[in-house]
């Protein structure tokens, strides 16, 4: 559907910058770094049901902070736009809110507590101005998204529970272009072993396994395989990968030592192929140590799922048309730097998800910095695509 002049115009008018911005103060004064989650959601839950809404609190596999869900239904036949925030902060000291030049500063500002206050205020402006032509709005907001402390066991379990939308929008700060794909990841560490104890390097007993030289193969055979998979592309993620970036063993130059360990990852651009690339990695690790005589085991962490989103998924659509509504112009498609909840929502939970959020700066470091201009377009952004989805 195309968004009307005065669809746009009532929206933009209803977006409250003061409510907004002291919603994000409200939430970034909590200190909530991941598996802390607790006092925030409840937070959030207090200031949603200040606002009338029923707030659900399912524990989602995670009791110590249980997530915070609102479901605001029309009543009428459409579909259903999940909005998905992370509560959650990284460990690092923290940094109290404070209001400057236009820009909210503070622990979570940018990552992604300013996000998740821009579509709490979408979906207060969708309620007053009854917008919404059919289906609803999904709210959920969680822990345990950061890594490594986190898992990401809160967003598995609403899949795995249907706790989800028809599609998801996540505010991380990406808004320079609209990720239609983004590259499955594997954290790997390998450890090669030999049996006996280390032993001077004249003293080895002849046909001893040497796995400082069985490390150093394998380093050579990965990059083999990186060359082989990298002709695997997609046009927006990017290529298949593997990349070491560790290496270590030994403890001096002339003793045999018993464990080499290396440590690196493994991209992948076609979605769904996390278990065939494992399957792939592990029979390379057999062929080798049957080779050398060594015994190599492997440690493999799957961070996210690849995946791809159609251009012209209705989802899709509905944020391209809400965008150039306040902005002038469609986003650009790109990929997504790093991996998200999205990527589980969209790799592994088969449900359309895009991440889209402030121009915001300093994630992951002590300096967040979100303008408080970018967290109102955010919010006008999300609820345009809302009227367009979810009644189409
Ligand atoms: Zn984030």
């Not at 969209?346 to 939970?349: L, R």
């Not at 915001?360 to 300096?367: D, F, Y």
């Given at each position: 559907m195309t968004l009307s002049k005065s669809v746009i115009e009532r929206i933009c008018q209803a977006v409250n910058v003061d409510r907004l911005l002291s919603t994000a103060i409200a939430l970034v004064e909590i200190p909530s770094p991941t598996r802390s989650g607790g006092p925030v959601a409840e937070r959030l839950a207090e200031l949603l049901r200040a606002d009338g809404f029923t707030v659900e609190r399912p524990d989602a596999d995670w009791p110590e902070a249980p997530a915070v869900v609102v479901r605001y239904n029309t009543g009428k036949p459409g579909r259903i736009l999940q909005f998905d925030g992370h509560l959650d902060t990284v460990h690092l000291p923290f940094v109290p809110p404070r209001v400057e030049n236009g820009n909210l500063y503070g622990s979570?500002?940018?990552?992604?507590k300013g996000g998740i206050a821009a579509f709490v205020e979408a979906l207060r402006v969708l309620r007053e101005t009854d917008?919404?032509?059919?289906g609803g709005i999904l709210i959920t907001a969680h822990d345990h998204h950061e890594g490594p402390w986190g898992d990401r066991r809160q967003v598995n379990a609403f899949i795995k529970s249907g706790l989800v939308g028809d599609a998801v929008m996540l505010p991380e700060y990406l808004a320079t272009q609209l990720p239609l794909a983004g590259r499955g990841m594997s954290i790997f560490e390998v450890r090669i072993k030999r049996d006996g104890v280390p032993v001077h390097e004249v003293f080895r007993p002849a046909g001893l396994p040497d796995v400082v030289k069985t490390g150093a193969e394998l380093v050579v055979r990965l990059h083999q395989l990186h060359d082989r998979i990298?002709?695997?592309?997609?046009?927006?993620?990017g290529h298949d990968s593997v990349f070491v970036g560790r290496m270590q063993a030994g403890e001096i130059y002339n003793q045999s030592p018993l464990l080499c360990t290396i440590n690196g990852t493994r991209r992948w651009v076609?979605?769904?192929q996390g278990p065939a690339v494992r399957g792939e990695f592990e029979a390379l690790l057999a062929q080798l140590a049957e080779e050398s005589g060594t015994t190599i085991e492997v440690d493999w962490e799957q961070q996210g799922e690849a995946f791809s989103i159609a251009p012209d998924h209705p989802i899709v659509t509905a944020f391209q048309s809400a965008y150039a509504a306040i902005t002038g112009a469609p986003l650009p498609y790109g990929a997504k730097p790093f991996v998200d909840d999205g990527s589980t929502y969209?790799?592994?939970?088969g449900i359309p998800a895009l991440t889209h959020g402030p121009l915001?700066?300093?994630?992951?470091?002590?300096?967040e910095e979100a303008p408080i201009a970018e967290l109102v377009r955010v919010a006008q952004v999300y609820a345009l695509t809302a009227i367009g989805f979810c009644g189409g």
């Open positions: 979570g500002s940018s990552d992604m917008s919404l032509p059919g990298k002709s695997i592309t997609h046009p927006y993620a076609t979605p769904g969209a790799g592994s939970g915001a700066t300093g994630a992951h470091t002590l300096n």
